[in-house]
């Protein structure tokens, strides 16, 4: 038997400030978003009074940041009552991270913020009728976190009336949704219908789909039935948890408008089309105006040697190994913090060998951090979780950004990093902190690989044409000089003296990740005889007439 104390673990002690009170408010969220079914009413509600007690101690984007995080997590429907009563941005980043079932949404709606409420009525929810006969009163103070004017009333303390329903009502909530997931009821599964609703020919299996999508990546079209559980689902956005969408790769070749080859796609809905599918597509563009208006192509089911490996056992498994991750993170966050506590002499002097000691526990600690997180963001990528990429990067600031990061390390490593750029170099189409994670991750892989004293060069060139590319091109370090790329992808091999600074997970592991992480986002990752070439999506330019030409 498992008893899981973490949020007890985290609520223990007086308030933190500055930092410490942002990671604490971080960790509550986490712990009450996910599983809430395993967490006591009373454990719900402490977690919801320290959430509110730190809601002055915690600016606004540290908060908005932590719910981000979730991310399609938000599975507690008193979690999510609370944050819709903060700001609008933290209300529409909790809406977006949450993801409950249609009854729970049914009970929490009447406690929702009006913003929230509104957004889900948007979004074509629908609150169904016994429900509306009989609405639990909403008073616009569910446990609201002190810093939102829910009410022109000055503040109130823990003995006013007010609050004191506004807990109660939490309580009644929590309490409501731990009935109903005891005791709900097993639905027989309807046959399906065609579009009239009424009952017709059963379609007893479905192999392929003919469809066509609207400008924005939205199924408009659809070749025979049942086109409800089809139309409306979109192409454009990677599919999250266990909703309907294609992979990263899919999503990745409709944000460049490029065409798509066997890209996963996973429907949802009616039991004919649920499950996994091999989509291909072919962007279209208006004759007269040569204005891109959407995809046309067909899905299908995938063979027995493409569907090997994507089981719903793999789904548990990546689950688990989530899971796994998070309660990792929060005693190496506690131990980071500690080890900055003594190393920094914040509760009084501590000698040279003591701090030195609390500084290695802290490198030590910050680099399986890194590791946990390195690991997170590969299943991320794998199961199509990790968010889109939208925005654009300049180059000078991604190289100034590597300089400050890389510098320990190149330090430690007696390497030379040497990166040119062959002007006109055009901005990244990705957001700065894609661009980042992947460069980060594929220079501290290659100065790992350096012996002492080696100059690394690289160099970022622009190539033009329809779809513009930035290429990046990194000479091959001394030690994976002649190794094969079999051998170098693989995560089970690593290099002659790898450690120390090296990454947690290996360099097969890092390499494979980038690579991974420039096919989302559109790119490739090669690596040839003398060189390691990257290249991702450049940003395109109206300027059709001013003709671009290279300098060194």
Not at 36 to 59: F, I, K, M
Request: net charge negative.
């Amino acid at each position: 038997m498992r008893f899981d104390d973490r949020l007890t673990t985290v609520l223990k002690g007086s308030l933190p400030e500055g930092q410490g009170a942002a990671t604490q408010w971080r960790q509550v969220i986490d712990l009450l978003a996910q599983k809430p079914g395993n967490l006591a009413n009373q454990d719900v509600q402490a977690g919801l009074t320290r959430l509110r007690d730190l809601h002055d101690r915690v600016s606004e984007q540290d908060r908005l940041g932590a719910v981000q995080s979730l991310n399609g997590r938000l599975r507690s429907a008193p979690l999510l009552v609370y944050l819709t009563a903060d700001s609008d941005m933290i209300c529409d980043a909790a809406m977006a991270a949450a993801d409950l079932t249609q009854e729970i949404c049914e009970d929490a709606f009447p406690r929702l913020s009006p913003r929230a409420r509104a957004t889900l009525q948007s979004q074509g929810f629908v609150v169904a009728d016994d429900k509306q006969d009989k609405p639990i009163p909403f008073t616009g103070k569910v446990a609201p976190p002190p810093g939102r004017s829910v009410s022109e009333e000055p503040a109130i303390d823990s003995a006013d009336p007010a609050e004191q329903l506004a807990e109660s009502q939490i309580s009644a909530l929590v309490e409501k949704i731990a009935d109903y997931q005891k005791n709900r009821p097993v639905e027989k599964p309807h046959p399906a219908t065609h579009d009239g609703g009424h009952t017709g020919f059963l379609v007893d299996s479905l192999e392929t789909i003919r469809f066509e999508t609207d400008e924005s990546g939205t199924i408009n079209w659809t070749e025979g039935p049942p086109k409800g559980a089809i139309v409306g689902v979109t192409i454009a956005q990677p599919a999250f948890d266990d909703g309907p969408g294609p992979d990263a790769y899919g999503a990745a070749a409709f944000r460049q408008r490029m065409p798509m080859e066997n890209a996963r796609m996973r429907l949802c809905g009616a039991a004919v089309v649920t499950g996994d599918w091999r989509m291909s597509a072919i962007p279209y563009f208006s004759e007269e105006t040569g204005r891109f208006e959407g995809y046309r192509g067909i899905m299908r089911r995938p063979n027995m040697a493409e569907d090997a490996g994507h089981s719903g056992i793999d789904v548990e498994r990546r689950e688990q190994l989530q899971q796994l991750i998070h309660e990792l993170r929060t005693p190496l966050n506690a131990v980071i913090g500690f080890s900055e506590i003594i190393e920094q002499q914040l509760f009084g002097p501590a000698s040279y060998e003591y701090r030195s000691l609390a500084r290695n526990i802290m490198d030590e600690a910050r680099r399986l951090l890194a590791g946990f997180e390195d690991l997170d963001i590969a299943v991320k990528v794998d199961s199509g979780q990790l968010p889109e990429s939208i925005g654009t990067t300049k180059a000078d600031w991604l190289f100034e950004r590597m300089t400050q990061r890389l510098q320990g390390l190149t330090q430690s490593n007696v390497v030379e990093l040497n990166i040119s750029k062959a002007e006109p170099v055009r901005p990244f189409a990705l957001d700065g902190e894609s661009v980042e994670r992947i460069f980060a991750r594929l220079l501290s892989a290659a100065i790992i690989s350096c012996e002492n004293g080696e100059t690394l060069k690289g160099e970022l060139r622009t190539r033009i044409g329809l779809q513009p590319t930035n290429r990046f091109t990194l000479s091959r370090p001394s030690r994976i000089k002649d190794i094969p790329e079999s051998v170098l992808l693989d995560p089970s091999q690593g290099i002659d003296g790898e450690g120390g600074e090296s990454s947690l997970l290996g360099l097969g592991f890092s390499l494979r990740l980038v690579r991974n992480l420039a096919q989302s986002a559109g790119g490739s990752l090669t690596i040839n005889e003398d060189n390691i070439a990257l290249t991702l999506p450049a940003a395109t330019t109206s300027k059709i007439n001013i003709r671009e030409t290279e300098s060194e």
